[in-house]
């Protein structure tokens, strides 16, 4: 079962523009990261921020993360054709035991940029 | 390139018959992983391996098994397929850092027929 939703399931914008997508999980955590997935390929790591932090960057990245709320946002500045691909958030648990090393991923949103 | 391969690429087989898929970890990294994304059930972890031990176990069928050998290299074995373990497989490997990034290998793809 997958303990994100995403938010939008679908995106589409012009190059130029920002692309905001969420994500709402549901148990604790002991950080989110959000991974890319270009259609059919391997997940690329993009971004990792733990619970304790608020925010973060990484070049066009900037993330977010609300534990009172459970929720993540992901931001691409001036964003691309080449950044059309599929977004997911994935959580990993606080708890130990069984669930350690444990990711589990959101739906995913689909990103499109148009030239 | 992430670093992880996984081999085949491909795999087009039957019901009821018995696969292995391999994973080959980044250099020096002691964790493995396996998920599997369809598109009804998303991206679903299955298993954890670190140095050889099974770390965390998802939610793998009780047809499904893996192994992490004494050279770090995975198999996951799917046995008695049914059409519904259509899907990607992937393979990602992660550092000391047990809740760290994960790195991605570029998956195979199962078809059962």
């Known amino acids: 079962s997958q303990q994100g939703e995403e938010d939008p399931q679908a995106l589409s914008i012009q190059e130029g523009e920002n692309a905001t997508m969420n994500c709402s999980y549901k148990?604790?955590?002991?950080?989110l990261q959000w991974y890319r997935q270009n259609s059919g390929r391997g997940l690329v790591h993009l971004i990792l921020?733990?619970?304790?932090?608020r925010e973060k960057h990484s070049g066009r990245l900037r993330v977010t993360l609300d534990t009172s709320k459970k929720s993540s946002s992901l931001l691409i500045t001036a964003s691309r054709a080449a950044d059309t691909a599929s977004y997911f958030c994935a959580t990993a648990p606080n708890a130990g035991g069984t669930s350690y090393g444990k990711l589990t991923f959101g739906q995913g949103t689909i990103l499109t940029v148009h030239p | 390139d992430s670093g992880v391969t996984q081999t085949p690429k491909h795999l087009i087989t039957a019901t009821g018959q018995r696969v292995t898929l391999r994973c080959s970890p980044r250099?020096?990294?002691?964790?493995v992983y396996w998920y599997q994304q369809s598109l009804d059930q998303g991206l679903q972890f299955l298993i954890q391996?670190?140095?050889?031990?099974?770390?965390a176990k998802g939610n793998i069928l009780e047809r499904f098994s893996a192994q992490q050998f004494p050279d770090l290299h995975s198999e996951l074995n799917l046995s008695s397929l049914e059409l519904g373990d259509s899907a990607l497989y992937f393979c990602?490997?992660?550092?000391?850092?047990?809740?760290?990034?994960?790195?991605f290998g570029p998956g195979t793809r199962l078809t059962v027929t």
């Open positions: 990602a490997s992660s550092g000391s850092g047990l809740r760290g990034e994960q790195y």
């Open positions: 250099s020096g990294d002691l964790s």
């Open positions: 391996y670190y140095n050889g031990e099974e770390r």
């Open positions: 148990t604790s955590i002991n950080n």
């Open positions: 921020i733990r619970s304790n932090e």
